[in-house]
């Protein structure tokens, strides 16, 4: 099975800070990477799709870039309402699985 | 507007059953994957199963062989058996769409929306 290492677990930043997520495979995955953001008490959203992609609605504040075994998401310019967990995701269909999450909070 | 609603959760005890449902609706239900996602508190998020469209069921280990998903196209509805259930499996389960697929390919891997969630709690 594909494991998915995130790193960090938890992130302190600043309104208007740049802030950067990893995730690394531990095989190819291509671009097969999703990521998400979940608010507490809250379903999970999607917000970037195959690594760069951005759903339709997101702010584009938020970019995804990678392939193979390591991926990247960013927010540009942190915004209070980016205070969430973010997940990355691969998919090596018909299995998938998680990244531990990165919990955001604000410094 | 697409919407995927779950029932069925509630408390259980150790090796008991419990069967999840999700009612669809906004959208073809017939011609996508579904899944179920689950979420122990202030854990992450662990995938639980999946159904293709042909009703091809896939699992991780952990629940293989426990677990059993269906749907019920006619009714736009997924559902989740659990048997023989662990403290280790309460949690808030989620169902999710998966993949589109047409008559010839299948697109997609991410799982958008989700419902709001249903909790399961297991303990004597």
């Known amino acids: 099975d594909i494991q998915m290492t995130q790193s960090p677990s938890s992130l302190s930043a600043s309104v208007g800070d740049r802030v950067t997520i990893t995730c690394q495979a531990s095989q190819d995955i291509s671009n097969y990477l999703n990521w998400y953001q979940q608010k507490p008490g809250k379903a999970p959203k999607l917000l970037i799709y195959d690594a760069s992609n951005l759903e339709t609605g997101v702010p584009s504040r938020f970019s995804g870039s990678g392939s193979g075994t390591d991926f990247t998401f960013t927010i540009s310019s942190l915004q209070p309402e980016d205070i969430a967990t973010y997940y990355c995701q691969q998919y090596d269909n018909p299995l998938y699985t998680f990244g531990q999450g990165t919990k955001l909070e604000i410094k | 507007e697409v919407q995927l609603v779950e029932s069925g959760g509630g408390l259980v005890q150790p090796g008991g059953s419990l069967r999840l449902s999700c009612a669809a609706s906004?959208?073809?239900?017939?011609?996508?994957?579904m899944h179920w996602v689950r979420q122990a508190t202030g854990k992450g998020l662990e995938w639980v199963s999946a159904?293709?469209?042909?009703?091809?069921?896939y699992y991780p280990g952990s629940v293989k062989g426990r677990f059993t998903i269906s749907r019920e196209n006619a009714k736009n509805s997924l559902y989740l058996q659990m048997n023989s259930l662990r403290a280790g499996d309460t949690a808030v389960y989620y169902c999710?769409?998966?993949?589109?697929?047409?008559?010839?390919?299948?697109?997609?891997?991410?799982?958008?929306?989700w419902g709001q969630g249903t909790l399961v709690t297991v303990s004597s």
């Open positions: 906004g959208f073809t239900f017939s011609s996508y994957d």
């Open positions: 159904i293709g469209t042909a009703g091809d069921p």
């Open positions: 999710a769409r998966g993949r589109y697929c047409s008559s010839t390919s299948c697109y997609g891997g991410w799982f958008d929306p």
